[in-house]
């Protein structure tokens, strides 16, 4: 696996890319110019200027068998990053980092953390074990709140598939990469299969919403995910995709720790 961060406008066409320190599961928009990335062993800042990492957050013990992979800022602005067996065995857990850089764990027993992201109000969390091939939805309170016990929202081994990347439309509706399926699936708030659409390739992995009015879909794929598990037979397997004419509109991404002052002006922390 490239150990790369890469960045794209479509609009100008212009092409960045940083080398990181170990493997990348994930990242997330930081304050400035910098960014928020789940590498192998830890949470970390990155700045975009000197292309430099600063840890904010390491899992402790260190486990060589575990790392970080699926992450995503909640509507406060706060990082949740989820991690995973190596041999997708049960010992992944699901951590939320705060603009202070201090480290809570919400889950644990995890074989490959997955499908992150937030309804519009930011009071559902939807998080995956993709091995269960369901996703589950839990209340979520902007308070330094446990999380509640999970309801299933969706199953998805009827599409044949276990859940992997995700993001959430203006409407609350979900988007859930089919890895195994080579497909796309948009899940309504209640969890009912709204629409079903073909990938551009046989292994999505993940989505994002973005352009002017956030109306165009971007899929990454994967090549070969490194573990065995995970190769596309594909000619564009590893390519980054743009959708566009879904008719839909994404919501914008919070930055980490925009929100965190509002919250709690005294210590920036959630009230």
């Known amino acids: 696996m ?18 990181t320190p170990s493997t ?34 390491q899992p402790q013990p260190v486990n060589p068998h575990v790392r970080l ?25 699901l951590y939320r980092v705060s603009g202070l850089a201090d480290g809570e764990i919400l ?4 074989r490959i953390a997955n499908t992150l992201c937030f309804s519009p109000s930011g009071d559902t969390l939807y998080f995956a074990d993709s091995l269960d091939r369901s996703i589950r939805a839990y209340r979520y309170s902007h308070e330094r709140a446990a999380l509640t016990e999970p309801r299933r929202f969706a199953d998805t081994q ?7 990347g995700a993001t959430v439309d203006a409407q609350g509706y979900v988007w859930v990469a089919l890895v195994q399926a080579g497909r796309i ?5 209640d969890g009912i299969l709204d629409r079903l659409i073909r990938s551009p390739t046989d292994m999505p992995s993940c989505l994002a919403f973005g352009g002017p009015e956030l109306g165009t879909l971007y899929v990454t794929s994967i090549r070969n995910s490194g573990s065995g598990r995970a190769i596309s037979r594909h ?3 590893g390519f980054l995709f743009a959708i566009d004419g879904l008719g839909v509109q994404g919501l914008p991404e919070p930055r980490f720790g925009q ?13």
Not at 31 to 45: H, K, M, P, W
Not at 107 to 110: F, Q
Not at 185 to 189: E, L, M
Not at 259 to 271: H, I, M, Q, V
């Open 259 to 271: 929100c965190l002052a509002l919250l709690n002006p005294t210590n920036g922390e959630p009230a």
């Open 158 to 164: 009827m599409l044949g598939s276990g859940p992997d």
């Open 24 to 57: 990348v599961g994930c990242v997330g928009l930081g304050a400035g110019n910098t960014l928020v990335a789940g590498l192998a062993d830890g949470i970390y800042s990155m700045d975009l200027n000197s292309g430099e990492f600063s840890p904010l957050f």
């Open 107 to 110: 889950a644990t027993g995890i």
């Open 235 to 237: 000619p564009d397997g």
């Open 2 to 19: 490239s150990r790369l961060i890469r960045r794209y406008h479509p609009a100008s066409g212009r092409y960045q890319q940083w080398p």
């Open 185 to 189: 699936a948009r899940f309504s708030p």
């Open 69 to 93: 992979n699926d992450g995503r800022m909640d509507r406060a602005g706060r990082f949740l990053c989820g991690s995973m067996g190596l041999h997708a065995d049960p010992q992944g857990a």
